[in-house]
């Protein structure tokens, strides 16, 4: 017989999985240029980065990433003759734009925003949806599916439909532009989100596993910890780079509501251009640095994204 | 060793769950070493009983004592009970040795280290699974799964066990050997065990008594033998014996003479003869099970079972007569409660169990 009789009816023919191949890494390509694209602008001098036709092949510098961490002034030719030799690698390529550090830029202090609201309103709705996803799975609670749907319309329309009710109540607040505003703000869009999401993957997990465990001797809250929540993982992790993406990204709210001291890097970034022409160079920089937390969150966690192990030991 | 007088007591038991009564009025002791089976159809709340003695469930009414403590409203963690699951429920992201070291670690034991490994080896040997005990728990046959699941309960030692149809997702071959197995364990430690099951055999061959339960109503308790020879209703008659037992009006096969009330007389297919004389009936279905013969026939508009040896040869069309093992037949009223029977001309006759002709 020949091997196409050996395979399974179900499994595609060679064929099929080759054109399906094919299919997939000519995706990649597509959403992986404009990234592939962007990392490498960031590697370029400003020339190159404008040149026409664009440069593929070309002397790489860091001088995007030079601009990107620091503020500087141009000076005049003479200015800059009178200055003592340059005393270090950056101090020397900013020179020779006729420009001299005046200081750090503000890059690392809005990054640092991003991280503590990005993972922090991330924490904090994972944490709030677990619990509520666990109420809802378990318990009987009156109204449920009223509020599971309340809880969900909250994302029947964008967030910035409610941008100035929140821009006012924040105001008179006093959450305006801190840290702990923006983290309130992204758990409250991120947490119906975690609830459903949680609660899907909560309600898999077998009421038998805690029961057994209850009847081991544990109570209903030591039960949740070692048994349930070691198998809601996967579901948590899923949900958490969701939450992370959302937040990490977030840029209206972002624009809106931070200025001087809990402006995160999505409405940072854009401002650079106007430092001293148009620096692409330092705006891909900035960009490339603003994408490899998710990119690296994401790796960590992909392992437990992977479904199914903890499946098999409760027969359905 | 557990407490000295490790006995589960039912009084008075009652659990609804909105309109639905599933355990009504429920009394049971379950003694001292006994192993006592519940055997019932789905939702006929032998499921809700073991809940109940595990407090999974809270009962409305009635109380339930446990070694003596009344724990009818003790939470699961308090009660001396260990409960094994249908679907074993083992903790997945454990491996075999964790799962059984986990009632030992809970905070109502905390034994030390050293003592738990001892334990949980000896229990592992017991059960022949120490082999497997560094493997995660979802890497087992279905066999050893459900070893596990009881070697969880025995670690504890605890006063008594609760099953619920441990051995329903095993293959025939593997429940049989288990089943074997349970009973030699429960012997050797002389446990107190209620056991839910819908099978029969399951029931017959485990069960010190068995207590048969219909819609939440706990109808009749007895040993094996009694359930089976004497049952107190049709409903019980009809759990045990394969195929079921025969129940055909009075006045069927000859059977005139009941006792005052009878409306149906039950027949088991074994106490059947067949081509002895009586009354005439004809062979529908041959149904060959190896050692023995199930014959089905139509007699005067009855459809009547019988269980034959294997060398009796029958064959569809057939004709023949039909007549039952004097002294076998049971008596029931209009309500299906068993009347106990008058002795009638059928007792004159001494008995002679032979199969087919």
């Given at each position: 017989?020949?091997?196409?009789?050996?395979?399974?009816?179900?499994?595609?023919?060679?064929?099929?999985?080759?054109?399906?191949?094919?299919?997939?890494?000519?995706?990649?390509?597509?959403?992986?240029?404009?990234?592939?694209?962007?990392g490498?602008?960031?590697?370029?001098?400003p020339?190159?980065?404008?040149?026409?036709?664009?440069?593929?092949?070309?002397?790489?510098?860091?001088?995007?990433?030079?601009?990107?961490?620091?503020?500087?002034?141009?000076?005049?030719?003479?200015?800059?003759?009178?200055?003592?030799p340059?005393?270090?690698?950056?101090?020397?390529?900013?020179?020779?734009?006729?420009?001299?550090?005046?200081?750090?830029?503000?890059?690392?202090?809005?990054y640092?925003n991003?991280?503590?609201?990005?993972?922090?309103?991330?924490f904090?709705?994972?944490?709030?949806?677990?619990?509520?996803?666990?109420g809802?799975?378990?318990?009987?609670?009156?109204?449920?599916?009223?509020?599971?749907?309340?809880?969900?319309?909250?994302?029947?329309?964008?967030?910035?439909?409610?941008?100035?009710?929140?821009?006012?109540?924040?105001?008179?607040?006093?959450?305006?532009?801190?840290?702990?505003?923006?983290?309130?703000?992204?758990?409250?869009?991120?947490?119906?989100?975690?609830?459903?999401?949680?609660?899907?993957?909560?309600d898999?997990?077998?009421?038998?596993?805690e029961?057994?465990?209850l009847?081991?001797?544990?109570?209903?809250?030591?039960?949740?910890?070692?048994?349930?929540?070691?198998?809601?993982?996967?579901?948590?992790?899923?949900?958490?780079?969701?939450?992370?993406?959302?937040?990490?990204?977030?840029?209206?709210?972002?624009?809106?509501?931070?200025?001087?001291?809990?402006?995160?890097?999505?409405?940072?970034?854009?401002?650079?251009?106007?430092?001293?022409?148009?620096d692409?160079?330092?705006?891909?920089?900035?960009?490339?640095?603003?994408?490899?937390?998710?990119?690296?969150?994401?790796?960590?966690?992909?392992?437990h994204?992977?479904?199914?192990?903890?499946?098999?030991?409760?027969?359905? | 060793?557990?407490?000295?007088?490790?006995?589960?007591?039912?009084?008075?038991?009652?659990?609804?769950?909105?309109?639905?009564t599933?355990?009504?009025?429920?009394?049971?002791?379950?003694?001292?070493?006994?192993?006592?089976?519940?055997?019932?159809?789905?939702?006929?709340?032998?499921?809700?009983?073991?809940?109940?003695?595990?407090?999974?469930?809270?009962p409305?009414?009635?109380?339930?004592?446990?070694?003596?403590?009344?724990?009818?409203?003790?939470?699961?963690?308090?009660?001396?009970?260990?409960?094994?699951?249908?679907?074993?429920?083992?903790?997945?992201?454990?491996?075999?040795?964790?799962?059984?070291?986990?009632?030992?670690?809970?905070?109502?034991?905390?034994?030390?280290?050293?003592?738990?490994?001892?334990?949980v080896?000896?229990?592992?040997?017991?059960?022949?699974i120490?082999?497997?005990?560094?493997?995660?728990?979802t890497?087992l046959?279905?066999?050893?799964?459900?070893?596990?699941?009881?070697?969880?309960?025995?670690?504890?030692?605890?006063?008594?066990?609760?099953?619920?149809?441990?051995?329903?997702?095993?293959?025939?071959?593997?429940?049989?050997?288990?089943?074997?197995?349970?009973?030699?364990?429960?012997?050797?430690?002389?446990?107190?065990?209620?056991?839910?099951?819908?099978?029969?055999?399951?029931?017959?061959?485990?069960?010190?008594?068995?207590?048969?339960?219909?819609?939440?109503?706990?109808?009749?308790?007895?040993?094996?033998r009694?359930?089976?020879?004497?049952?107190?209703?049709?409903?019980?008659?009809?759990?045990?014996?394969?195929?079921?037992?025969?129940?055909?009006?009075?006045?069927?096969?000859?059977?005139?003479?009941?006792?005052?009330?009878?409306?149906?007389?039950?027949?088991?297919?074994?106490?059947?003869?067949?081509?002895?004389?009586?009354?005439?009936?004809?062979?529908?279905?041959?149904?060959?099970?190896?050692?023995?013969t199930?014959?089905?026939?139509?007699?005067?508009?009855?459809?009547?079972?019988?269980l034959?040896?294997?060398?009796?040869?029958?064959h569809?069309?057939?004709?023949?007569?039909?007549q039952?093992?004097?002294?076998?037949?049971?008596?029931?009223?209009?309500?299906?409660?068993?009347?106990d029977?008058?002795?009638?001309?059928?007792?004159k006759?001494?008995?002679?169990?032979?199969?087919?002709t």
């Amino acid at each position: 017989m020949s091997a196409a009789s050996t395979r399974s009816v179900l499994e595609p023919s060679p064929w099929g999985q080759r054109f399906a191949a094919l299919l997939v890494i000519l995706y990649a390509l597509i959403t992986m240029i404009p990234l592939v694209w962007i990392g490498l602008t960031g590697l370029k001098t400003p020339p190159d980065a404008i040149a026409y036709p664009p440069k593929v092949v070309f002397d790489p510098s860091l001088e995007g990433y030079v601009n990107l961490f620091t503020a500087r002034s141009r000076q005049t030719p003479e200015y800059m003759a009178s200055l003592p030799p340059p005393t270090s690698w950056y101090d020397e390529l900013v020179r020779k734009r006729n420009m001299v550090i005046t200081g750090p830029s503000r890059f690392a202090e809005r990054y640092m925003n991003s991280i503590i609201i990005g993972f922090g309103s991330t924490f904090l709705a994972v944490f709030l949806g677990t619990i509520a996803a666990y109420g809802f799975s378990r318990f009987k609670v009156p109204l449920k599916d009223d509020l599971l749907f309340f809880i969900l319309s909250t994302r029947m329309m964008p967030p910035i439909a409610v941008a100035v009710p929140i821009f006012l109540m924040y105001r008179a607040l006093g959450l305006s532009d801190t840290h702990l505003g923006m983290i309130i703000l992204y758990t409250m869009v991120n947490v119906s989100l975690a609830v459903w999401l949680l609660k899907g993957f909560i309600d898999e997990i077998p009421m038998e596993y805690e029961e057994a465990a209850l009847v081991d001797g544990y109570s209903r809250m030591q039960a949740f910890w070692k048994v349930v929540l070691p198998q809601a993982k996967t579901g948590i992790a899923a949900t958490a780079i969701f939450c992370l993406i959302f937040a990490w990204n977030e840029y209206a709210f972002a624009l809106l509501l931070t200025s001087g001291n809990a402006q995160t890097a999505p409405p940072f970034i854009p401002i650079i251009i106007g430092e001293g022409g148009l620096d692409w160079p330092a705006v891909a920089a900035g960009t490339t640095l603003f994408l490899l937390p998710i990119v690296f969150f994401t790796v960590l966690l992909r392992q437990h994204l992977l479904r199914g192990i903890t499946f098999g030991a409760v027969r359905k | 060793m557990g407490p000295a007088v490790a006995e589960i007591v039912f009084e008075n038991t009652t659990k609804r769950f909105g309109s639905i009564t599933a355990v009504d009025n429920l009394s049971l002791t379950v003694g001292d070493g006994e192993f006592v089976v519940l055997l019932g159809p789905t939702g006929a709340g032998k499921t809700t009983t073991l809940r109940l003695a595990a407090g999974l469930e809270v009962p409305n009414t009635g109380r339930i004592r446990v070694a003596g403590v009344d724990v009818t409203r003790a939470p699961p963690a308090e009660r001396d009970v260990a409960f094994v699951f249908q679907q074993y429920s083992l903790y997945p992201h454990y491996t075999v040795y964790e799962n059984m070291a986990f009632p030992l670690r809970s905070p109502s034991r905390r034994w030390d280290e050293a003592r738990i490994e001892a334990r949980v080896r000896e229990i592992a040997r017991l059960l022949r699974i120490e082999a497997k005990l560094s493997n995660l728990s979802t890497a087992l046959s279905g066999g050893e799964m459900q070893r596990v699941a009881i070697g969880r309960a025995l670690v504890r030692d605890p006063a008594a066990f609760l099953m619920d149809e441990p051995l329903s997702s095993l293959d025939a071959r593997l429940r049989e050997d288990l089943r074997v197995e349970l009973k030699r364990i429960q012997e050797d430690l002389g446990a107190t065990v209620l056991y839910v099951t819908h099978d029969q055999m399951e029931a017959m061959t485990l069960a010190d008594r068995i207590g048969v339960l219909a819609e939440g109503r706990l109808v009749q308790i007895g040993t094996p033998r009694q359930i089976y020879s004497a049952p107190a209703s049709v409903h019980v008659a009809m759990r045990l014996g394969s195929p079921r037992i025969n129940l055909l009006p009075v006045g069927a096969l000859g059977l005139a003479d009941g006792p005052a009330g009878a409306t149906t007389v039950g027949v088991r297919p074994e106490d059947v003869i067949l081509g002895r004389g009586g009354a005439v009936a004809r062979v529908i279905a041959v149904e060959h099970l190896g050692a023995e013969t199930v014959i089905l026939m139509e007699s005067e508009g009855n459809k009547v079972h019988a269980l034959v040896g294997a060398g009796a040869m029958r064959h569809v069309g057939e004709e023949t007569t039909v007549q039952m093992l004097p002294g076998t037949a049971l008596f029931f009223d209009r309500d299906g409660q068993r009347l106990d029977a008058a002795p009638t001309s059928d007792a004159k006759k001494p008995a002679e169990r032979a199969h087919g002709t």
